[in-house]
């Protein structure tokens, strides 16, 4: 594969940031769609904006592009403070939602397109070669004079992807760029699209809700929700350390069990929740006594035994539905005071234990460490 | 009932119009353009080819229209275009339809009031006088090539604006977007992605208002004076003036065929531009 083509554009604050956003608020009349954005993206990373619609997501990739100026705040581009650069003057490309390629330009035309439009202009044959290394890239070689309207969804997309890497941007944006795509082929372009990240070692940043798509591919996630971002960090970080309730709902599914902050010990609470039960668990952020609180239990941190060992308490349960996934199975579980939850077994489980069936009465226990005590905001 | 019969049962009242009020008057016209004029004027039936001979007579007329109409067109579309962006790009949507509506508001009054204004105002006492009190003297307006071309622009400008409107209205604003993402400034977007998809809708809108301006009349008649005339005149004169049904006949026949020649081209031309495009709708 031609890397040397696209070896990252020398930065000239190779040590910081490659983009920033410091304090960056958007306002559309009465909506405030971004709040007080902060973020620094460093070269060479995938980072994804994860949140619901409406979240601001769409709003910060727009600002990074140009196509929003910033109603307070400021953006950065390699050090230098961009707020007013036009989109076509930033360095910056978009893989847009729908694609919006143009229907009037063959494919290699439009991957063109971004080359075509520098002074001084390339000349023909550097157009021509880069094209074809971008559809390389690809893997689209030989659809050169193709029509758009004669390419599927898939590799129309390929073709929105190719369009933006040729032109070498500091920034790469994709805006919900797999969501026109069937779920197979979605898979499919995840797992391209992260190579080729890695291979360019281009910045992508890409907006999503869909928090499989982020987990997966990001090396860093920003959680965002009404304007603002909730928490940043490594999927792996989102997912055992959650700022809150919200994260640890959006990122991964969580059984949550709010209560009341009964004693805090260092790190441990413990928490008065339904029916006089008492849990125990870690506070990822410091608690006070009295506050709101929920305890999050991954379902996959959740064991079901038949065996009552009475050295380990456990929480009687009854098992009300059961859904086969393969290696895992999910069971819906109901308990008398802590209501129901989910539970997610591995098949070694099963295999030792013998599947468990609805109706069943077993005993759901975690460890100590399983339990996290989360704000609710 | 089949399918066939069905389709004739669709086709049969416009075919019916269609025959005749078209396919019959025009044999009639066709017949009549090899016979002669009577003694009293009309039509004596004969074969000839006199009538064609003396086409030459009339080539004011032909030339008059052959540069106007095209002039007129051309005219039409530079003054429409910008009004139909404005109005599908850039006008606040709240507006748009209020804005779509003046546009047609000028269809309430009949054409010829309209055109008498213009003698008005393009006369002595109108826009010549208010030139010559800032100094500028001797403008003559009235019954030139020039009155006849704004009288057309006034009276067809709508028909010019609403098929770039529609054509521009559903253009994918993302498109220009893209293309401003991808380095191309405002008007190298406009001359790369606005332009030549908007092609169509210019298409449909110079063929419509030169297919009317080719037969035109009116327009000539009141703006010209009898110095600036089109086919459409010299046809009314010989039918009902000269009562030279023959001639007249001949004059109306070469006026088809030359539309014939002219559209076919057209179409020709506009189908090579699109044949790399059928797309247009796509998105």
Known sequence: MNKAAYAPPPSKATLGPIAELRNVSKRFGDILAADGLDLSIMSGEFLSFLGPSGCGKTTALRILAGFEAPTTGEVLLDGEIVNDLDP??????????????????????????????????????????????????????????????????????????????????????????????????????????????????????????????????????????????????????????????????????????????????????????KGGIVLAGRAISPVAVGQEVSVS?????????????????????????????????????????????????????????????AGERLMALWEAGGALVLKQD | MTQRSRNLLLLAPAGAWFLVMLVIPLTVVLIFSFGERGAAGGYVPAFTLDQYANLPARWAAFKNTLILAPAGTLASLLIAYPLAYYLAVRADPRWKTVLLVLVIVPFWTSILIRSYAWIFLLGGRGIPALLAA????????????????????????????????????????????ASSDLGASPWRTFLQVTLPMSLPGIATGCLLVFILLMGEFLIPAILGGGKVFFVGNALVDLFLQSRNWAFGSAVAATLVILMLVTVTAYMRLIRRLGAQREDVALM
């Open chain 2, 134 to 177: 800032i100094g500028i003297e001797d403008v003559r307006l009235i019954n030139t090539p020039f009155a006849v071309l704004i009288g057309i622009v006034y009276g067809y400008l709508p028909l010019m604006v609403f098929p770039i409107f529609v054509n521009l209205d559903r253009l994918d604003k993302r498109l220009l977007e």
């Open chain 1, 88 to 273: 076509f003057r930033r360095p910056v490309n978009m893989v847009f939602q729908h694609y919006a390629l143009f229907p009037h330009l063959t494919v290699a035309q439009n991957i063109g397109y971004g080359l075509r439009q520098r002074r001084p202009r390339p000349p023909r044959d550097e157009i021509e070669r880069k094209v074809k290394t971008a559809l390389e890239i690809v893997r689209l070689e030989g659809f050169e004079d193709r029509r758009i309207w004669e390419m599927s969804g898939g590799q129309q997309q390929r073709v929105a992807l190719a369009r933006a890497i040729v032109n070498e941007p500091k920034l790469l944006l994709l805006d919900e760029p797999m969501a026109a795509l069937d779920r197979k082929l979605r898979k499919e372009m995840q797992i391209e699209l992260q190579n080729i990240q890695r291979r360019l070692g281009m910045t992508f940043i890409l907006v999503t809700h869909d928090q499989e798509e982020a987990l997966s591919m990001s090396d860093r996630i920003c959680i965002m929700r009404d304007g603002r971002i909730v928490q940043t960090g490594t999927p792996r970080e989102l997912y055992d350390q959650p700022r809150n309730r919200y994260v640890a709902g959006f990122v991964g599914t969580s059984n949550f069990f709010d209560g009341v902050v009964e004693s805090v010990a260092a790190d441990q609470a413990q928490v008065s929740v």
């Open chain 1, 297 to 357: 239990v991954r379902p996959e941190q959740i064991r079901l035994e038949r065996a009552n060992a009475a050295d380990r308490p456990g929480w009687p349960v009854t098992i009300l539905n059961r859904i086969f996934l393969g290696e895992h199975t999910e069971y819906l579980v109901k308990h008398e005071s802590l209501g129901e939850f989910m539970v997610l077994t591995p098949r070694q489980a099963e295999l030792s234990d013998g599947p468990f069936n």
